[in-house]
């Protein structure tokens, strides 16, 4: 951990004890399903992308306080492959606000030493968003801090068809030039994820209390703990990262074996 947590959370709400948290056992990798900005909007009567807009102050948030706790991979899902759906204005909308944002984050993220990388498939986004992601990439591609996923345009189903097409290229490659037939193996499958290289999320946080997964890391989440707080994504903060910590180290990990 790299800073002290009275320094991380300043002023704890009555309700979470943070005495309780064990730096020692802090997730290697949350992964983050941010939804309710729709709702969070809507409560206000206000336009949907508003909420989107509220919604990247709890990103910036979630960001500095998991890299101050540790925490070596945070991903995020920013626009899933079934987002696409979605009325023209808010899809345009969402694409600006993420080159945008991106843009003018970059610097900051930098100066915290956080690598932004991203998986899902770019090449389909407008030019501006794709090139705000590659030049994020280029500029912190050699920090050694905290590595930020973006899932955007991601898709799990999309991804998995992906490796499966990676895994058959090797077979073809490996039987014309030894005659052998191979079988996948996890390892020659993960090679083709997005995430390869990427440990598996220890802890998979929902907002707004859907109970899915959208089509989330469906291979990678196999043993993630799932954490689901109602609160909508614009009212996440440090504390809510704090009490689903807190309900994440509560929990007994077994990983099929017996303890
Ligand atoms: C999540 O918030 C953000 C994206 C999917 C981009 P939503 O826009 O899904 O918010 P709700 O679910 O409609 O409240
Ligand atoms: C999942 O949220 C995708 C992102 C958070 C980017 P959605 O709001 O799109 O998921 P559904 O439609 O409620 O399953
Ligand atoms: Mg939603």
């Known amino acids: 951990m790299n800073k002290p947590l009275d320094y991380i959370f300043p002023a704890p709400p009555s309700d979470v004890d943070l005495g309780a948290l064990d730096v020692d056992r802090i997730p290697e990798h949350i992964a983050v399903i941010m939804d309710g900005n729709g709702r969070w909007a809507k ?3 206000l336009n949907r992308l508003r909420g989107h807009k509220a919604g990247i102050e709890a990103v910036r948030e979630t960001i500095r306080c998991a890299s101050d706790l540790g925490v070596r991979y945070l991903t995020i899902y920013s626009f899933s492959t079934e987002n696409w759906k979605r009325p023209e204005d808010e899809v345009v909308g969402l694409m600006d606000l993420f080159a945008k944002t ?7 993220l930098h100066e915290e030493h956080v690598r932004v990388m991203t998986i899902g498939d770019l090449s389909v986004l407008p030019a501006e968003t794709r090139e705000a992601f590659d030049e994020a990439w280029e500029k912190t591609r050699d920090n050694d801090g905290m590595t930020l996923v973006v899932a955007v345009n991601y898709g799990s189903r999309q991804e998995i068809l ?6 058959m290229r090797e077979a073809v ?3 014309e030039e030894t005659g052998e037939v191979i079988v996948p193996t996890e390892e ?3 090679r083709g994820l ?5 440990p598996d999320p220890d802890l998979l946080i929902r907002t707004s209390g859907e ?6 890391l469906l291979w990678q989440i196999a043993y993630s703990e799932f954490v689901v707080t109602d609160v909508l994504w614009p009212d996440f903060d440090r504390y809510e990262l ?7 180290q509560g929990r007994d990990r077994r990983f099929g074996a017996v303890k």
């Open 194 to 198: 997005y995430t390869c290289g990427i």
């Open 162 to 167: 992906r490796a499966c097409e990676h895994c």
């Open 173 to 175: 490659l490996v039987a």
């Open 102 to 108: 991106m843009l003018a984050e970059v610097d900051g």
């Open 188 to 190: 020659l499958f993960e």
């Open 242 to 248: 704090l009490r689903c910590l807190l309900e994440y």
């Open 211 to 216: 109970m899915r997964l959208s089509n989330f």
């Open 43 to 45: 409560k206000r009567a």
